[in-house]
């Protein structure tokens, strides 16, 4: 901030002698100015206005990545097209055939927008031992849990975790709900 003219400085002496002598709040407000001056302290600084809160993302914007992600999905591996069919009566062989086009295209976007790890090291129906602090979120008990760690079972699952996200970002004014466009043609 620039230092005020001798001239502005004038002006503003003025005003707040005025102000002083007709406005009570006015005076309130500079009295600890006031009171710093007098007894040689440094004078207050004013408390800074709180930074208004950032506008809540909408829910379209909110989940707008994973709605993005659905959607490459479908394209490359028509995936809510295989889950929304009714496989009830279909032949195993078609179910098989259809699971094996969805697989090859699922793969491939999860292969190209994330990097997937493993949540444990040791392969299904090894045993393990669990200590005490184990990480709860990349490990989920099953079976008869009782006790307090360690604990020793068989990992029926190695869990995944995502160790990179790499998904485009959504553009401004697309409507991520769109999964895909119905498809007419002409």
């Given at each position: 901030m620039t230092e005020p003219s001798f001239a502005q400085r004038l002006g503003m002496a003025f005003t707040c002698f005025f102000q002083l002598l007709i406005n009570?709040?006015?005076a309130r407000a500079v009295l600890p100015a006031f009171q710093a001056l007098r007894d040689g302290r440094p004078l207050p600084?004013?408390?800074a206005a709180p930074a208004a809160p950032a506008p809540a993302?909408?829910?379209?914007?909110?989940?707008a990545p994973a709605l993005a992600l659905l959607a490459m999905l479908q394209r490359?591996?028509?995936l809510v097209d295989f889950l929304q069919e009714d496989l009830t009566g279909a032949p195993d062989a078609d179910v098989g055939g259809a699971a094996r086009v969805v697989h090859e295209g699922c793969?491939?976007?999860?292969r190209q927008y994330l990097v997937l790890e493993r949540a444990r090291p040791e392969s299904e129906g090894d045993r393990v031992t669990l200590p005490v602090g184990f990480d709860a979120q990349r490990v989920r008990l099953t079976g008869n849990v009782t006790g307090s760690p360690p604990f020793t079972g068989t990992l029926r699952h190695p869990g995944w975790v995502a160790a990179e996200v790499k998904l485009p970002k959504v553009a401004e004014g697309l409507d991520a709900r769109v999964l895909q466009?119905?498809?007419v043609e002409l």
């Amino acid at each position: 901030m620039t230092e005020p003219s001798f001239a502005q400085r004038l002006g503003m002496a003025f005003t707040c002698f005025f102000q002083l002598l007709i406005n009570a709040a006015f005076a309130r407000a500079v009295l600890p100015a006031f009171q710093a001056l007098r007894d040689g302290r440094p004078l207050p600084l004013p408390e800074a206005a709180p930074a208004a809160p950032a506008p809540a993302p909408s829910p379209e914007q909110a989940h707008a990545p994973a709605l993005a992600l659905l959607a490459m999905l479908q394209r490359d591996g028509r995936l809510v097209d295989f889950l929304q069919e009714d496989l009830t009566g279909a032949p195993d062989a078609d179910v098989g055939g259809a699971a094996r086009v969805v697989h090859e295209g699922c793969r491939r976007v999860l292969r190209q927008y994330l990097v997937l790890e493993r949540a444990r090291p040791e392969s299904e129906g090894d045993r393990v031992t669990l200590p005490v602090g184990f990480d709860a979120q990349r490990v989920r008990l099953t079976g008869n849990v009782t006790g307090s760690p360690p604990f020793t079972g068989t990992l029926r699952h190695p869990g995944w975790v995502a160790a990179e996200v790499k998904l485009p970002k959504v553009a401004e004014g697309l409507d991520a709900r769109v999964l895909q466009a119905a498809e007419v043609e002409l």
